[in-house]
């Protein structure tokens, strides 16, 4: 007899190594010894969430194929839980609008579609901290100088730039992110393109190419990108925050804008194809955090002809077919936002005294309705969705 192992009707000679999807097989003794980690793209996963009653469908996406869970987990995702300064920071109550004061569905690509950005794919980079952070602020700074700047902001700018207590492609903080673009500015995308210097090795991955001084408009030296002109820096202010109610968040984004999220991510959050995601309880009890950007809202009618209500999200994690975008289901435990204004201005982002370009970012602290105000003449508020329990 001769000796080896079989699959799927081919024959392996006694000691080769096969991949099976993330696992390493060894034929060994004609047996097949395979390592056990957790696939990132699992069949049976796909099934049950096919095949059930979730108000979402699963697909297999090839970019994923071969990776363990804690590998997309890591490559894909990228942001910090909320720090203890952030769950305990105090929140600024809203005066709070009924929820029939707004329409139905909302979408910021809808409501501004010249000024808010295409998603940019951080491929196996675990930095959502900085492509969420980057996106937020370009839209931000478009909606509000209303189209006269209209820049993509470099999120390689913070990966390359921003590394006090940030880990560039291995995850950082959106705290971290906001106080980079407050003190030292980034610039646009066409001036520092997303993994632009791949190709000189990676010794130069996080090496920063742009060297920027406090209170200065423009950088010391020219773009990376040598075929763009415009070295100018955008800068964003100081931070309080607001209120947390839905509809709060809703009325600052029909008025202002996309805000940031962040959100916990579970296994099956790889697989979403279309609907309205839920966590589905197959998919395990491991999570890690991820950040976004909020564009909107909606409401579909479930099996029993419920509303069933939902965030519009934009994702920095490229499924197939161009598709960075996901429907999550409204309930606890779902997201927390942060989003920008002026408390003494109704119609301004900032004070006419302002000059700086205004950027706007997301922190979480515990609910509670005394005020925390910085003295700053323009500011940036957030405003949290969750409990500070929900993140321990």
């Known amino acids: 007899m001769l000796a080896g192992c079989y699959k799927d009707g081919r024959y392996y000679g006694e000691g080769t190594i096969i991949k099976d999807n993330c696992n390493s097989c060894k034929c060994f003794n004609s047996l097949w010894k395979c390592s056990t980690d957790v696939c990132l793209v699992r069949q049976d996963l796909i099934q049950h969430i096919n095949s059930g009653d979730f108000g979402w469908k699963a697909d297999n996406y090839s970019q994923f194929w071969g990776m363990t869970v804690e590998e997309g987990f890591k490559k894909r995702l990228g942001t910090f839980p909320p720090s203890h300064s952030l769950l305990n920071m105090r929140e600024v109550p809203g005066k709070s609008l009924p929820e029939e004061k707004f329409p139905a569905i909302f979408s910021a690509i809808y409501e501004w579609p010249e000024w808010i950005h295409d998603p940019l794919d951080q491929r196996n980079c675990g930095a959502s901290w900085a ?21 993509n902001l470099s999120a390689q700018n913070l990966i390359s730039c921003d590394t006090r207590n940030q880990h560039g492609c291995n995850g950082g903080s959106i705290d971290g992110a906001w106080r980079y673009l407050k003190t030292h500015g980034v610039v646009s995308y066409a001036c520092y393109p997303s993994f632009w210097n791949k190709h000189l090795g990676p010794s130069a991955e996080n090496q920063c190419y742009v060297s920027s001084e406090y209170g200065k408009n423009h950088t010391n030296g020219p773009c990376p990108n040598a075929f763009e002109k415009s070295n100018r820096l955008y800068r964003c202010a100081s931070h309080y925050r607001v209120s947390s109610k839905e509809t709060d968040i809703m009325k600052e984004i029909k008025d202002r804008g996309p805000v940031q999220a962040i959100m916990k991510v579970y296994e099956d959050f790889f697989l979403y194809k279309e609907g309205i995601y839920q966590h589905s309880q197959k998919a395990g009890s491991k999570w890690k955090t991820h950040s976004v950007k909020l564009l909107g809202w909606g409401a579909l009618p479930d099996k029993n002809g419920q509303k ?19 429907r999550l289901a409204v309930g606890p435990c779902a997201l927390f936002f942060s989003l920008p204004r002026d408390p003494n201005k109704k119609d301004e982002i900032c ?15 515990r609910k509670t309705t005394e005020l925390k105000l910085q003295n700053h003449s323009c500011s940036i508020f957030e405003i949290t969705y969750l409990r500070a329990a929900d993140w321990r």
């Open 308 to 326: 069933q209500k939902f965030w519009d999200l934009q994702l920095g994690v490229k499924m197939s077919d161009s598709r960075n975008f996901l």
């Open 351 to 365: 004070p006419s005294s302002c000059k700086k370009p205004t950027c706007f970012y997301s922190r979480k602290a």
């Open 131 to 151: 492509f969420s952070t980057a996106s937020v602020a370009a839209d931000r700074i478009a909606i509000h100088s209303k189209g006269q700047i209209t820049d």
